[in-house]
């Protein structure tokens, strides 16, 4: 994996491919990028805080239930569309792997790092959003890398093992379609964890991805520094899973160019 900084110019010209492929022959071309989370952000707001009335315990704010499911749902969308996106890459990109003599954890890292500038982006239109609904953000928000850094990590690790699981198993991309359903609604991201009942609540403390999410939303929402019950057991769980997918992936990528 540290070879790879070898190779950051050739990934950073990946990344602009995949997003300048997305918006080719459109009229405002990336402009999109910037249009969408709005635009989508905008739908969250007028259907949670004005339809729906929906509220946080204690709290009869009409748009802060908005944000908080935004400062959640934010991560969240690129986590998922990454993985899913990542566990496609090897197989999409199989004449390179085939034909040209670098690495292939390349395909994973360079789709993940394309949906993390969708990240970014759609992170500074809801801080535009946080400042005129809310005022100046907390301070904390400088400390926002370290919940990407995290997610990066996380989200890699299960990048490199679904992507290589797609190279022996086709079926990989459509299984994880499924599961991310299930995951997101087992996941505190349309509700708080306080709607679950104590008696089942540690299934949630066992989901990586509550901890991840809580993290985002101690800086973005709460305008606090991360809970350590929260930021410990994430960093663990990131460094633990990025360390055996690593394993993982460099003992089966040796079959990738004999299989696609």
Request: proline share 5%; hydrophobic share 55%; glycine share 4%.
């Amino acid at each position: 994996m540290l070879a790879l900084y070898n190779y950051r110019g050739l990934i950073w010209n990946f990344v602009k491919r995949d997003i300048s492929s997305k918006y080719v022959g459109s009229l405002l071309g990336f402009y999109w990028s910037v249009i969408n989370p709005i635009i989508m952000l905008l739908v969250y707001f007028v259907v949670f805080g004005l339809f729906l009335k929906a509220r946080l315990p204690g709290n009869d704010s009409v748009w802060d239930f908005a944000l908080y499911f935004s400062a959640g749902f934010l991560p969240w969308a690129a986590f998922s569309e990454s993985v899913m996106r990542a566990s496609r890459s090897i197989v999409d990109n199989k004449n390179y792997i085939k034909k040209v003599p670098f690495p292939s954890e390349i395909f994973p890292v360079y789709t993940i790092l394309s949906e993390f500038v969708n990240l970014l982006i759609g992170l500074a239109i809801f801080m535009v959003l946080f400042v005129i609904l809310k005022g100046m953000p907390s301070i904390y928000i400088v400390l926002l890398p370290i919940g990407i850094i995290l997610q990066m990590m996380f989200t890699l690790s299960l990048s490199l093992v679904f992507s290589s699981a797609t190279v022996f198993f086709r079926d990989t991309p459509q299984i994880l379609g499924s599961l991310f359903m299930i995951w997101f609604w087992g996941t505190p991201i349309v509700y708080t964890i306080n709607v679950i009942p104590e008696s089942v609540r540690w299934i949630a403390y066992l989901n990586p991805a509550y901890y991840m999410l809580e993290i985002y939303r101690a800086m973005l929402f709460y305008g606090r520094f991360p809970e350590l019950d929260k930021l410990l057991p994430f960093l663990m769980f990131s460094i633990i899973f990025l360390f055996f997918s690593i394993i993982i992936f460099q003992k089966t990528k040796r079959g990738f160019s004999e299989l696609l």
